[in-house]
């Protein structure tokens, strides 16, 4: 059973940083693209930044470049969004998604999610 598990959410002060990490398990994936989305109450999901599992290729989006960092470490199985600056419009859940492309309209896994709360 494939589980994808966040950690590292919670409330930080406008400019702060948090790390948001995603430990994935109960399958192989190194043929993957592990993503971070985000998503507030009545609006949708935005993509936020991908890596590659096995090349270590980042993509991220125009909101968070230079601000937001993704990495990975092969040998723990998880997935890290470094976020610095954080902003209260940033107040989101946060999810890990892992798919087989960069960005997916319909990831074929998603996490759980964790609540991350800006104030201003």
């Known amino acids: 059973q494939v589980q994808l598990v966040e950690s590292g959410g919670g409330f930080v002060q406008a400019g ?7 430990a994935a ?11 971070w989305f985000r998503q507030t109450s009545g609006k949708e999901s935005e ?15 125009d909101s968070v ?5 993704i990495s990975r470490d092969n040998a723990k199985n998880t997935v890290y969004l470094q976020m610095y ?9 946060y ?3 892992a798919d087989l492309a960069v960005v997916s309209t319909t ?4 996490g759980q999610g964790t609540q991350v709360t800006v104030s201003s």
């Open 16 to 22: 702060g940083s948090l790390r948001l990490s995603c």
């Open 25 to 35: 398990s109960g399958r192989t994936f190194s043929d993957f693209y592990m993503s």
């Open 47 to 61: 993509f936020l930044a991908a890596i590659g599992w096995s090349n270590g290729d980042t993509y991220y989006a």
């Open 65 to 69: 470049k230079g601000r937001f960092t």
């Open 85 to 93: 600056s954080l902003k209260p419009e940033e107040t989101a859940v």
């Open 95 to 97: 999810y890990c998604v």
């Open 107 to 110: 990831p074929l896994y998603w």
